[in-house]
C-alpha cells in the first residue's frame, strides 16, 4: 500500500486557481498510477482525473477538461491537480488515490489520501 497525503485545499473565488499536492509514501510511487476523486456534501465520489505511471496516459472527467491539469514528479514521489477557472460546484473534498490498475472507477484504486477541501464561492 501506499500512504498518501493531500495538500493545497482552500477557499477560493469563482474564476480563482488552486494547485493541489498529493505527497506519496512508497518508493515504488513511480510504478502507481494516479487518481484524483472529489465528493461534494451528500453526494457519491466521483472520479476527476488519472494519470499512468509513465505519465503517457492522462484522463479527464468532462466536468474538469480543459480547466484541470493533472501531472505528477516521481523524484519527488508526489502528483498535482492545477485547477484553473473554479467554479462553486467544485466545492468538494478532493482526494488523491494509487492504483496498479488504469481504470477510473473508485473501487480500482487501493490506497486514499485523507482528503483535502476545497471550497469555491460564487
Known amino acids: 500500500q501506499v500512504q498518501l497525503v493531500e495538500s493545497g485545499g482552500g477557499l477560493a473565488q469563482a474564476g480563482d486557481s488552486l494547485r493541489l499536492s498529493c505527497a506519496a509514501s512508497?518508493?515504488?510511487?513511480?510504478?502507481?498510477?494516479m487518481g484524483w476523486f472529489r465528493q461534494a456534501p451528500g453526494k457519491e465520489r466521483e472520479f476527476v482525473a488519472i494519470?499512468?505511471?509513465?505519465?503517457?496516459?492522462?484522463y479527464y472527467s468532462g466536468s474538469v477538461k480543459g480547466r484541470f491539469t493533472i501531472s505528477r514528479d516521481n523524484t519527488k514521489s508526489t502528483v498535482y491537480l492545477q485547477m484553473n477557472s473554479l467554479k462553486p460546484e467544485d466545492t468538494a473534498v478532493y482526494y488523491c488515490?494509487?492504483?496498479?490498475?488504469?481504470?477510473?472507477?473508485?473501487?480500482?484504486?487501493?490506497?486514499w489520501g485523507q482528503g483535502t477541501q476545497v471550497t469555491v464561492s460564487s
Open positions: 512508497a518508493r515504488s510511487f513511480s510504478s502507481y498510477n
Open positions: 494519470i499512468g505511471w509513465r505519465t503517457d496516459y492522462i
Open positions: 488515490a494509487a492504483s496498479t490498475l488504469l481504470r477510473t472507477s473508485a473501487g480500482s484504486f487501493g490506497s
